[in-house]
């Protein structure tokens, strides 16, 4: 395959044709960057300049910092640039999130220090998902590549970050060959980003509605999903408070866009006599948006073409009291 070809974009509504209209608009995340990372409030030692009190002069100190929820969504938005096979630079990129310039930055540094496990890594060349022996990787890294300019039809250098951190790969045999799937992995859409990007949830209520997108079992029955308390919840996700996760998912389960609910609640024949006798009830909070969108996806799509047109979506009908999803399908990006 002849060399891969990267855009430089730089408004927000160059990224959103790019993303929406021509390019992918899922991606897989390792569910460990929740488990290892964001629920273990992962530490990493980050190098700083800071000014001397007495001397005024510059000097580097050691400072360690935590995984943050702006680390998740900067993490999750490379992933999307990277998949899409488009830069944009960090004034832009910082502008496009919400965040200010300084604050990406850390960010970005951040998230080239963290390392996790994988098996798997992309091959540029081929533009192919390889196996490979499991070892650790920085979550991102960054890298100078020679970018094209859709304006000024003209070629430059441009830092580009791409994700390292994928998730696990096995070899599945599908008819006559061999084919490389993900394992281990919870997906998101660009419409779910926009539900943080256009100001409908919070950084940490969006967090809230990832974390419920990881234990939701993909392609499983309703009685085989979780049950889950909002303290359980919160444990998992650093908070002293239950009432917070509670706020969090009372206003998740209001929340509709273009008539698909966010969540669904199933509660079991229990939950009024818990409250009653003074307990915490369960209950599961089964993601319907996230699901839905993903059952318009361009499946077929395996590459992306930054001539090409709107993608022809094969919609489908699904059914909100039992949406299930039939994820062997996710084995057609790979084939």
Request: aromatic share 12%; net charge positive; charged share 35%.
């Amino acid at each position: 395959m002849g060399r891969i070809r990267r855009d430089i974009v730089k408004t927000r509504e160059e990224i959103d044709h790019v993303i929406d209209k021509e390019g992918f608009k899922y991606i897989f995340i390792n569910n460990n960057i929740f488990d290892d990372f964001y629920e273990k409030k992962a530490t990493v030692t980050r190098k700083v300049k800071v000014k001397d009190k007495v001397t005024n002069e510059m000097k580097e100190e050691e400072r360690i910092e935590y995984f943050t929820e702006l680390d998740m969504i900067v993490f999750i938005f490379v992933q999307f640039l990277s998949k899409n096979k488009v830069t944009v630079n960090k004034n832009r990129m910082a502008d496009y999130l919400g965040c200010s310039s300084k604050q990406l930055n850390v960010s970005l540094q951040k998230l080239a220090l963290f390392k996790g496990k994988t098996n798997a890594r992309y091959n540029g060349r081929k533009d192919i998902m390889e196996i490979v022996e499991e070892q650790e990787v920085p979550l991102i890294n960054e890298k100078s590549y020679s970018a094209y300019n859709p304006k000024t039809k003209k070629r430059k250098q441009a830092l580009h970050w791409f994700v390292d951190y994928i998730p696990f790969h096995k070899l599945k045999k599908k008819e006559d060959k061999e084919i490389v799937i993900p394992i281990e992995f919870f997906m998101v859409t660009i419409d779910d980003l926009k539900l943080l990007l256009n100001g409908t949830l919070s950084r940490n209520e969006f967090i809230t509605y990832l974390w419920l997108l990881r234990r939701c079992k993909y392609g499983a029955s309703h009685d085989k999903q979780m049950w889950w308390s909002y303290s359980a919840i919160a444990e998992y996700l650093n908070y002293k408070l239950p009432e917070t996760i509670q706020n969090h998912i009372e206003k998740l389960l209001k929340i509709e866009i273009d008539n698909i609910p966010l969540l669904e609640e199933v509660r079991p024949n229990n939950y009024d006599f818990r409250i009653i006798q003074g307990e915490e009830p369960s209950a599961k909070f089964i993601p319907v948006y996230n699901p839905t969108k993903m059952m318009e996806m361009d499946f077929r799509k395996t590459e992306v073409n930054s001539e090409k047109q709107e993608v022809n979506l094969e919609k489908r009908e699904v059914s909100f009291k039992k949406t299930e999803m039939n994820f062997e399908i996710v084995e057609d990006l790979f084939a």
